[in-house]
């Protein structure tokens, strides 16, 4: 079982940057793909990016490709999401997700798998 905790969601203005936190409890960290949803009010969940347990491999959603980029840091049980050049349409609960290992990368994006944690809110105004 693990434990993800996310901090550094807050309020900023289109086009500032913001950098959110993962902080893992439990099992082995470095035996989970990481991974980072977000869902808006109203919306459904959706993917926004993942990346491997090694740190060599990342996927990204099509919206956000170019401005987030995320990384991990296996030494503190750490996954991080950089945000650039935020939207308003970027605004959403942000959860942190670690799923199987013996599954690929970009599997079943759709599905509530793996653990999560309690989400940080993330609001771009203007």
């Known amino acids: 079982q693990v434990r993800l905790v996310e901090s550094g969601g807050g309020l900023v203005q289109a086009g500032e940057s913001l950098t959110l936190s993962c902080a893992a409890s439990?099992?082995?960290?470095?035996?989970?793909?990481m991974g980072w949803f977000r869902q808006a009010p109203g919306n459904e969940r959706e993917f926004v990016a993942q990346?491997?347990?090694?740190?060599?491999?990342?996927l990204y959603a099509d919206s956000v490709k170019g401005r987030f980029t995320i990384s991990r840091d296996n030494a503190v049980n750490t996954v991080y999401l950089q945000m650039n050049s935020l939207r308003p349409e970027d605004t959403a609960v942000y959860y942190c997700?670690?799923?199987?290992?013996?599954?690929?990368?970009?599997?079943?994006?759709?599905?509530?798998?793996?653990?999560w944690g309690q989400g940080t809110q993330v609001t771009v105004s203007s």
């Open positions: 439990g099992r082995t960290f470095s035996t989970y793909h």
């Open positions: 990346i491997s347990w090694s740190g060599k491999t990342t």
């Open positions: 997700n670690g799923r199987s290992t013996t599954r690929g990368l970009g599997t079943d994006l759709s599905s509530d798998e793996g653990y």
